[in-house]
């Protein structure tokens, strides 16, 4: 076995050997220049459109949510508005109502005014009949007695007599 004493001829310091490290750095800057040609530029294109999808996106979904927010603000303004024509139709039913419950009782009470006045009239009217009635029998019977008693002349007794028959025969005629 042969021991690493001896050292190559175009060694470096430290021990180090120069060449490698000359073949080494420009193997690595192949590398990154093809890394940037074939590696990098597709890989930030690829993040370029990951990020331009995802501000799209963010985008999109604040677009929405802005449509959501206006959609409610509509919809909750629709709702109050809507309540307030449901109250302004129960207002308007209950004042109807109300004003109908007056004509009504209104019209009533006209109503059975009349009738009373109506009754009134009859009652005057009927009455007035019968006391014409009245009149006009008290004045047959007092003719009836009349001509009786002229045609004979009675007592007491009798001319009492033959006024009770005649108010006899006046009730019996009704």
């Given at each position: 076995m042969q021991a690493f004493t001896s050292m190559p001829l175009y060694a470096g310091l430290g021990?180090?050997?120069v060449g490698t490290m000359a073949t080494?750095?420009?193997?690595?800057?192949?590398?990154?220049?093809?890394?940037?040609?074939f590696a990098w530029g597709p890989l930030m294109g690829v993040m370029q459109k990951r990020e331009e999808y995802v501000a799209n996106e963010i985008e999109a979904a604040e677009k929405s949510r802005e449509e959501a927010e206006k959609a409610q603000a509509e919809a909750a303004d629709q709702l109050k508005q809507t309540k307030q024509e449901?109250?302004?139709?129960?207002?308007?039913?209950?004042?109807?109502?109300?004003?109908q419950e007056h004509e009504i009782i209104n019209n009533a009470r006209q109503e059975a005014e009349?009738?009373?006045e109506s009754?009134?009239?009859?009652?005057?009217?009927?009455?007035?009949?019968?006391?014409?009635?009245?009149?006009?029998k008290v004045a047959s019977l007092s003719v009836q007695i009349a001509s009786k008693v002229i045609?004979?002349?009675?007592?007491?007794?009798?001319?009492?007599?033959?006024i009770d028959e005649y108010i006899k025969e006046a009730g019996e005629e009704r």
């Open positions: 021990g180090l050997e080494q750095l420009f193997f690595f800057i192949v590398l990154l220049i093809l890394l940037r040609k449901a109250q302004q139709i129960i207002d308007d039913a209950k004042s109807t109502g109300a004003k009349r009738i009373k009754a009134q009239e009859e009652i005057a009217n009927e009455k007035e009949k019968a006391i014409q009635a009245l009149q006009d045609e004979k002349e009675i007592s007491a007794q009798d001319q009492e007599k033959l």
